[in-house]
């Protein structure tokens, strides 16, 4: 699979993600405050995902390659609802002005998204958050639509399993034409390995995403990852499908897509990082004029 990124040559999925990666995930290489060797030039690409586990601050360049980026563990979104306004808007508003010292320039607008079947009224509360961090929302997208900007996928399925819900989208042709969305996320497998383990949530929180943890609580979440695989071949019944691809945090717990391959019968995969592949796809979208 190859990404087009702008004008561009074609690289492969992998490589970019490997890109975004490597400026997202910064701290681990203690550059959080490190400006970028030159102030980049011309349009900005600036996307935010308001995630129930993560909240993701990306920006591009006008090529549409990663430039600088930050995530961090948060919970002020539950299933798609902004549940903590105040905490979204100082969390997001700290992630600015983080990118904008490594940047030398301003943000001043994003594209955000939303999960498959949200209110519309509680979407406008995503574009709120943004707002009030000091940016423009002009535009909030699908989540679905946003992870197909990078994956471009033509037929298949994409399966969004973040914390709180799982998100399908049906594509036919590179175009959406089914989505859905149901609670069942990486919330639930941190329930599940609090209540077995006898420890507290916010400790399984930070227990599951060490990969080195995750084939010793395998066994303790296998059963939420059927769930998962359970609502996928519910929204896909009536429909050809020979792919599944598999994005959001959750989908990188070791054998989520082996289970959902064996739970459906359906070809299965996971990008690098699938918990970048939306923001990324988000900031893609955003055409706004300075």
């Known amino acids: 699979m190859t990404q087009e990124t702008g004008a561009v040559a074609a690289i492969t999925l992998e ?8 400026v997202i995930l910064h701290r681990d290489q203690s550059q959080s405050a490190v400006p970028l060797a030159e102030i980049p030039q011309g349009k900005l690409r600036v ?3 308001l995630g129930t586990a993560y909240l993701v601050l990306v920006v591009l360049d006008e090529l549409d390659r990663p430039l600088v980026g930050e995530w961090q563990f948060a919970q002020v979104v539950r299933d798609g ?4 306004y105040i905490g979204a808007t100082d969390l997001l508003l700290g992630m600015k002005k983080s990118v904008e010292r490594r940047l030398g320039r301003d943000l001043t607008h994003a594209v955000s998204g939303f999960p498959p079947g949200v209110a519309s ?4 509360a995503t574009a709120n958050v943004v707002q009030a961090a000091g940016m423009d929302c002009p535009l909030l997208i699908d989540e679905p639509s946003a992870a197909n900007q990078i994956l ?8 969004d399993v973040g914390g709180g819900t799982t998100g399908i989208a049906i594509i036919k042709d590179g175009t959406v034409v089914y989505t859905a969305d149901e609670p069942t996320g990486g919330t639930h497998f941190s329930l599940v390995i609090a209540g077995s383990l006898g420890i507290s949530f916010e400790e399984a929180e930070a227990l599951k995403i060490k990969p080195e943890e995750q084939s010793r609580l395998y066994p303790l979440v296998r059963a939420v990852m059927e769930k998962v695989g359970s609502i996928v071949l519910r929204h896909i019944q009536g429909y050809t499908v020979e792919h599944i691809t598999l994005v959001g945090g959750a989908s990188a717990f070791t054998g989520m897509a082996q289970v959902i391959q064996e739970y459906t019968g359906i070809s299965t ?15 893609k979208f955003d055409t706004y004029e300075d």
């Open 121 to 124: 009224v509680e979407v406008r």
């Open 47 to 49: 996307g935010v995902d």
């Open 15 to 22: 490589q970019y993600l490997e890109e975004a990666e490597a």
């Open 152 to 159: 471009h996928v033509q037929n298949g399925v994409i399966v």
């Open 269 to 283: 995969s996971v990008p690098r990082r699938p918990v970048f592949v939306t923001p990324l796809g988000l900031a």
């Open 81 to 84: 609802l902004v549940v903590d």
